[in-house]
């Protein structure tokens, strides 16, 4: 299986001021075909989770240019520029490369 | 506006049986992949089973393979989830997702004796 592993944020941190989440993966998630089969969510406090990034660096319909997904083939940044109070919740990454899928084990984000 | 509304959660014994059901709405049901995930309390997110758009094709993790079991009726709009041997880890809040960008708003399923 494909172990997705998060890094913490030095929590809080100061709205208005940025914000990246590291994700690694085990292997690598680049297909042939060129696409990067990684998704980020968002899962606010209470609420379902809501996809923001998929293909590694295509924001999801809806979602604020403050959301960005970059990396290469096994480690990926979600970056989050000037934070704001709406963006609280625990960040999860997913590889859908191949069965089974897998998620990271989250990363919260508090705001001061 | 999609929609996707789970029931059939609740308070079941460990080794019995649980059906959950998923209606959608808002799209085009058989043009897509359906799947399950689950959280458990406090807990991270767990993908549970996916099913291809004609239901000819299912997919499970080892940790339910062989007890649940992923179905679809295209015309009526259902995602299914029969979950078979509970056991008391199976216990969390189950979520109907279509392609991981649109979320049911979840099911809780509590296996306790």
């Known amino acids: 299986d494909i172990v997705m592993t998060q890094g913490a944020l030095p929590n809080p941190v100061p709205s208005g001021e940025s914000a990246s989440i590291t994700c690694q993966s085990s292997?690598?998630?680049?297909?042939?075909?060129?696409?990067?089969?990684l998704n980020w969510y968002l899962q606010r406090p209470g609420q379902s989770p809501q996809l923001l990034i998929y293909?590694?660096?295509t924001r999801a319909s809806g979602v604020s240019d403050r959301f960005s997904g970059s990396g290469s083939g096994t480690d990926f940044t979600l970056k989050i520029s000037s934070v704001e109070a709406e963006d609280v919740g625990v960040y999860y990454c997913?590889?859908?490369?191949?069965?089974?899928?897998?998620f990271g084990s989250g990363t919260k984000l508090e705001i001061k | 506006e999609v929609q996707l509304v789970e029931t059939g959660g609740g308070l079941v014994q460990p080794g019995r049986s649980l059906k959950l059901s998923c209606v959608a709405s808002?799209?085009?049901?058989?043009?897509?992949?359906m799947s399950w995930t689950r959280q458990a309390p406090g807990k991270g997110l767990e993908w549970v089973a996916s099913?291809?758009?004609?239901?000819?094709?299912?997919y499970y993790p080892d940790s339910v393979k062989g007890r649940f079991t992923i179905s679809r009726d295209n015309a009526q709009n259902t995602l299914y989830l029969q979950m078979n041997s509970l056991r008391s880890e199976d216990t969390a809040t189950y979520y109907c997702?279509?392609?991981?960008?649109?979320w049911g708003q979840g099911v809780m399923v509590t296996v306790s004796s």
């Open positions: 292997k690598s998630l680049l297909h042939s075909n060129g696409k990067t089969y």
């Open positions: 997913q590889q859908f490369l191949e069965y089974p899928l897998t």
């Open positions: 808002g799209f085009t049901f058989n043009n897509y992949w």
């Open positions: 997702t279509r392609g991981g960008s649109e």
């Open positions: 099913i291809t758009n004609s239901g000819g094709s299912t």
């Open positions: 293909w590694m660096s």
